[in-house]
């Protein structure tokens, strides 16, 4: 297969474990006969340093002539703390996320066998946990009205949803849930939001077309006890934009360790695959970070594209090195291994080079 990558490398660790991605996929289209041709471009806190923009037009034009996109990290501290920015280089993510109609955000939560005690969270509780979350990506508080008073004393964000954007998404969580263990669980919060309310009679409607899948409601504040007192009970979780940016990172904790989370963002005609953990200034540079968030993606990107085998060959590659202990210090404080040892490891196994494998 002949695919065109685009790279958005973006902020903080995001070149270096994106490049650990790369390697995967190069040594994938090695093995597997593929061409894979990568365009890098700049997105966020990079790209305003050197073009004044967040979303350059040079990127978004790569961006909307490629099926895939490969993502990094956005965000930069000195954005953080200055509220009267007016460019931020997380626009940039939005900006893309709207341009390229990314919609749905899926990731999929299981701990692997190695890591079951890296998660400060009780064996028994996270052992067999298997859910899928499906985030609306285009909507919500994120993206409707936002003002500032002129005294700067009083702000507000619109939520607003339409009736479209749940079906779309709807849909596909149904779908999914009928591959799977057909449970769909809603978050919201219907007995305050009113949009929350509308995500309940639009989902309601949906269920009714797939009579297998068992519908359950769920308020967000009881959601995020659940996810992490009984996680088991879920399947798929559909979940509207902010809450599902939330309840996400409280569901990374299932997996050891953020830097094991991987994500999907789905289009009608475009894709983005993201770690889930974001730039992580403090480690940026030292070879620190894991990797696996960033490779896993790059697992789901193949798959995406029906390279089911490949995609396969990264998931093992990636339990043989946590097996082997080749994994970074966030899951094993006396790992020597950095986020290139680690992205070597895995590359090497793919090509199957067996006596690099052993440090
Ligand atoms: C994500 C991130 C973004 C979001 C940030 C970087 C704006 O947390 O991709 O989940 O909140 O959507």
Same mark, same amino acid.
């Given at each position: 297969?002949?695919? #065109? ?19 995967? @996929?190069?040594?994938?289209? *090695? ?11 700049? /997105? ?32 930069? *501290? ?23 109609? @990314?919609?749905?955000?899926? &990731?999929? /939560? ?37 003002? *500032? ?25 149904? &779908? ?31 269920? &009714? ?5 068992? *519908? ?41 360790? /953020? ?12 894709? @983005? ?28 990107? @193949? ?32 790992? #020597? ?23």
């Amino acid at each position: 297969m002949n695919l #065109k990558i685009a790279v958005l490398a973006g902020d903080g660790i995001g070149p270096e474990v994106v490049l650990q991605a790369m390697k995967a @996929l190069n040594a994938t289209a *090695l093995m597997f006969d593929h061409e894979f041709i990568f365009e890098e471009a700049l /997105i966020g806190a990079a790209a305003i340093d050197k073009t004044g923009k967040p979303l350059p037009e040079q990127t978004l034009n790569l961006c909307l002539n490629t099926e895939a996109v490969l993502f990094g990290a956005i965000g930069d *501290l000195k954005y953080d703390n200055d509220p009267e920015a007016k460019i931020r280089p997380e626009q940039g993510l939005f900006q893309l996320r709207n341009a390229l109609g @990314l919609f749905a955000n899926s &990731k999929s /939560i299981k701990p692997y066998e190695g890591l079951l005690s890296s998660s400060p969270l009780k064996k028994e509780i996270i052992e067999g946990t298997d859910f899928l979350i499906y985030r609306e990506l285009s909507g919500g508080i994120y993206f409707d009205e936002k003002t *500032l008073s002129e005294d700067g004393k009083v702000a507000t964000d619109l939520c607003k949803y339409t009736e479209e954007q749940i079906l779309r998404i709807a849909h596909l969580a149904f &779908k999914a849930a009928q591959k799977r263990n057909n449970i769909v669980t809603l978050i919201d919060k219907a007995n305050v939001l009113e949009t929350s309310r509308l995500w309940r009679k639009v989902v309601t409607e949906v269920s &009714k077309e797939y009579p297998s899948v068992e *519908l359950n409601y769920l308020f967000v504040d009881n959601a995020a006890k659940q996810i992490v007192a009984k996680p088991k009970q879920f399947d798929v979780i559909l979940i509207e934009n902010l809450f599902g940016d939330i309840l996400s990172e409280v569901a990374s904790v299932i997996t050891g360790s /953020i830097g094991m989370l991987a994500s999907s963002s789905i289009g009608a005609s475009h894709t @983005l695959f993201e770690p889930v953990h974001g730039t992580f200034h403090q480690a940026k540079g030292k070879n620190i970070a894991n990797p696996f968030a960033s490779i896993l993606s790059a697992a789901l990107l @193949l798959e995406h594209f029906g390279l089911v085998k490949e995609a396969k060959k990264i998931h093992e590659a990636v339990e043989k090195a946590i097996a082997l202990k080749v994994v970074t210090t966030d899951l094993n404080p006396e790992s #020597k291994f950095g986020t290139n040892e680690v992205g070597d490891f895995v590359s090497n196994f793919i090509l199957n080079k067996q006596d690099l494998l052993y440090f």
